[in-house]
């Protein structure tokens, strides 16, 4: 087996964590950094295309996969993610949406000391260049370009009408964090085209002499010996090779594949490493536990007249925060509207129309990631329990009738036809029910699965992203989360990843919200 040191850092997976990772430690010009990647080094064409994002489903860029089977729906649901540079930032739906900030002020009521939504502002703003925006909230010089469409769908902005009509107030910047409402979601797209995390920080700096960058590479097993990782075993071209590091090696495979490389290396729950034949290095039962996802249902409509395909624009461009009723202190429902119809794939409907979906984004319903076998190689077991809590279902129901009274106002009457799915002969109760599990989408929002808490508890990490138990290995991705940020994720990602490289950076420094 071929062995290489010399390195400081390596960096397991180079998605939308690991590409600012790798980029902001290799600014130290005496700090080397090697990236490792399973996915391909070369981008796929459609990935440069908004309109295009869900042609990239089941592509070569995507791992892939079922879940297990959900007692919800009777059947397995996809769980698609990123492979290759750029990760999930390169084949997702462009928005670029931070979450209300109650959603983060929730994280140190459970043991996230220091990550609450002002204490992330800094790294949030330091990720984006948020032209147009109010620069004390969104960052000017970051190196992502975002903003919402320069050209919006006239259908999605008859969308945001019939919202406002409905009685919802339109939000000036929906995506900042700040405001509940309707408006247009900014995007991660520059001059027409998707810019992943790959464009905006890796591929700029690749050819820094202290980056190494690896793909095409599975990562194997953790190195762990005397309670200390000393690096990490991975396949490329048939062969078997270990690198060692001097200082960390920093796990940023997403909340699916962090928590399964973790448990491949004999760290976590120990009864279950055992049943696969892993050998125990820590028992953390925490590792893998706590995976939740936003859930996601739809409304499809035919149209009047047909409606305008913008391919520069991601077909989901604006979107609304919800508080349900009077108790949630966080926004616990969104509903976003596409110019296109998209809904479950074993629903028939329309070639033609639209979609206004709706998600509970606060989610109660917890899963796991778990082996099923001790082989690198095989898929791990995804549960994310999808409407496992009862009071998913009843936020899913509510999103229903909110949605079709935004489908079925006035402002909508020039595009609408017919409601196709779920009919309006759907109408509540038992109906209903069956339709939000045959209806289920999801937003493949994963996170959770190697959270940030207290020490004595389930946590995985502490508040520096340090694993507990062993030394020289932090995780820093979606699944540090303790509790879902109640929008999409990807915003929320680069601002962790931020912060992670700037505790890195500064061991000893009291970093904003230490």
């Given at each position: 087996?071929?062995?290489?040191?010399?390195?400081?850092?390596?960096?397991?997976?180079?998605?939308?964590?690991?590409?600012?990772?790798?980029?902001?430690?290799?600014?130290?010009?005496?700090?080397?950094?090697?990236?490792?990647?399973?996915?391909?080094?070369?981008?796929?064409?459609?990935?440069?295309?908004?309109?295009?994002?869900?042609?990239?489903?089941?592509?070569?860029?995507?791992?892939?996969?079922?879940?297990?089977?959900?007692?919800?729906?009777?059947?397995?649901?996809?769980?698609?993610?990123?492979?290759?540079?750029?990760?999930?930032?390169?084949?997702?739906?462009?928005?670029?949406?931070?979450?209300?900030?109650?959603?983060?002020?929730?994280?140190?009521?459970?043991?996230?000391?220091?990550?609450?939504?002002?204490?992330?502002?800094?790294?949030?703003?330091?990720?984006?260049?948020?032209?147009?925006?109010?620069?004390?909230?969104?960052?000017?010089?970051?190196?992502?370009?975002?903003?919402?469409?320069?050209?919006?769908?006239?259908?999605?902005?008859?969308?945001?009408?019939?919202?406002?009509?409905?009685?919802?107030?339109?939000?000036?910047?929906?995506?900042?964090?700040?405001?509940?409402?309707?408006?247009?979601?900014?995007?991660?797209?520059?001059?027409?085209?998707?810019?992943?995390?790959?464009?905006?920080?890796?591929?700029?700096?690749?050819?820094?002499?202290?980056?190494?960058?690896?793909?095409?590479?599975?990562?194997?097993?953790?190195?762990?010996?005397?309670?200390?990782?000393?690096?990490?075993?991975?396949?490329?071209?048939?062969?078997?090779?270990?690198?060692?590091?001097?200082?960390?090696?920093?796990?940023?495979?997403?909340?699916?594949?962090?928590?399964?490389?973790?448990?491949?290396?004999?760290?976590?729950?120990?009864?279950?490493?055992?049943?696969?034949?892993?050998?125990?290095?820590?028992?953390?039962?925490?590792?893998?536990?706590?995976?939740?996802?936003?859930?996601?249902?739809?409304?499809?409509?035919?149209?009047?007249?047909?409606?305008?395909?913008?391919?520069?624009?991601?077909?989901?461009?604006?979107?609304?925060?919800?508080?349900?009723?009077?108790?949630?202190?966080?926004?616990?429902?969104?509903?976003?509207?596409?110019?296109?119809?998209?809904?479950?794939?074993?629903?028939?409907?329309?070639?033609?129309?639209?979609?206004?979906?709706?998600?509970?984004?606060?989610?109660?319903?917890?899963?796991?990631?778990?082996?099923?076998?001790?082989?690198?190689?095989?898929?791990?077991?995804?549960?994310?329990?999808?409407?496992?809590?009862?009071?998913?279902?009843?936020?899913?129901?509510?999103?229903?009738?909110?949605?079709?009274?935004?489908?079925?106002?006035?402002?909508?009457?020039?595009?609408?036809?017919?409601?196709?799915?779920?009919?309006?002969?759907?109408?509540?109760?038992?109906?209903?029910?069956?339709?939000?599990?045959?209806?289920?989408?999801?937003?493949?929002?994963?996170?959770?699965?190697?959270?940030?808490?207290?020490?004595?508890?389930?946590?995985?990490?502490?508040?520096?992203?340090?694993?507990?138990?062993?030394?020289?290995?932090?995780?820093?991705?979606?699944?540090?989360?303790?509790?879902?940020?109640?929008?999409n994720t990807n915003a929320a990602v680069y601002a962790i990843a931020e912060r992670a490289a700037a505790l890195i950076k500064e061991p000893t420094a009291t970093v904003a919200g230490d």
């Amino acid at each position: 087996m071929a062995s290489t040191t010399g390195y400081d850092y390596v960096v397991v997976g180079a998605g939308t964590a690991g590409c600012v990772l790798a980029a902001r430690l290799t600014e130290d010009e005496n700090v080397r950094v090697l990236l490792i990647e399973a996915g391909a080094r070369d981008p796929l064409e459609l990935m440069a295309v908004p309109g295009a994002w869900p042609e990239l489903m089941g592509s070569s860029a995507d791992w892939g996969g079922l879940s297990v089977v959900q007692a919800s729906t009777g059947s397995a649901i996809p769980t698609p993610r990123g492979r290759g540079l750029g990760g999930s930032s390169s084949i997702n739906g462009l928005n670029f949406i931070r979450g209300h900030r109650s959603s983060y002020d929730v994280w140190p009521e459970q043991g996230a000391t220091g990550w609450g939504f002002d204490d992330l502002l800094p790294y949030m703003r330091r990720s984006e260049r948020a032209r147009g925006h109010d620069p004390a909230l969104r960052g000017m010089d970051g190196p992502l370009t975002v903003g919402p469409p320069p050209e919006p769908n006239p259908l999605v902005a008859a969308c945001v009408d019939a919202a406002v009509e409905t009685g919802h107030t339109r939000a000036d910047d929906i995506s900042g964090g700040l405001e509940t409402g309707f408006g247009w979601c900014d995007n991660n797209i520059a001059d027409g085209v998707r810019q992943s995390a790959a464009d905006a920080y890796l591929r700029p700096v690749m050819d820094r002499a202290n980056l190494d960058v690896v793909t095409d590479a599975l990562v194997l097993r953790l190195m762990v010996t005397d309670d200390r990782c000393r690096g990490v075993e991975y396949a490329k071209d048939g062969e078997t090779r270990s690198v060692e590091c001097a200082e960390e090696v920093v796990v940023t495979a997403g909340a699916i594949g962090s928590a399964q490389l973790l448990l491949l290396s004999g760290i976590g729950p120990a009864d279950h490493l055992r049943a696969v034949g892993v050998d125990v290095v820590l028992d953390l039962p925490g590792v893998g536990a706590n995976l939740h996802d936003h859930p996601m249902s739809t409304l499809t409509y035919t149209v009047r007249r047909p409606v305008p395909r913008i391919m520069s624009n991601p077909p989901g461009e604006a979107m609304g925060m919800v508080r349900t009723g009077p108790g949630p202190a966080v926004p616990d429902l969104q509903i976003l509207f596409a110019s296109l119809p998209y809904r479950a794939p074993s629903l028939p409907g329309p070639d033609d129309g639209y979609t206004i979906a709706f998600s509970a984004v606060n989610p109660r319903s917890r899963g796991t990631v778990r082996l099923a076998s001790a082989e690198p190689g095989t898929a791990p077991l995804v549960d994310p329990d999808y409407l496992g809590d009862g009071r998913d279902i009843e936020t899913m129901a509510t999103g229903l009738r909110a949605a079709r009274r935004i489908g079925e106002a006035d402002a909508l009457s020039a595009w609408r036809d017919e409601e196709v799915l779920p009919g309006p002969g759907t109408t509540g109760g038992a109906a209903f029910r069956e339709y939000l599990g045959k209806s289920l989408l999801v937003y493949y929002h994963y996170v959770g699965t190697c959270r940030i808490g207290p020490e004595g508890t389930t946590a995985v990490v502490d508040p520096r992203l340090r694993v507990r138990g062993v030394t020289g290995l932090r995780v820093a991705d979606a699944s540090v989360m303790p509790s879902i940020v109640n929008s999409n994720t990807n915003a929320a990602v680069y601002a962790i990843a931020e912060r992670a490289a700037a505790l890195i950076k500064e061991p000893t420094a009291t970093v904003a919200g230490d």
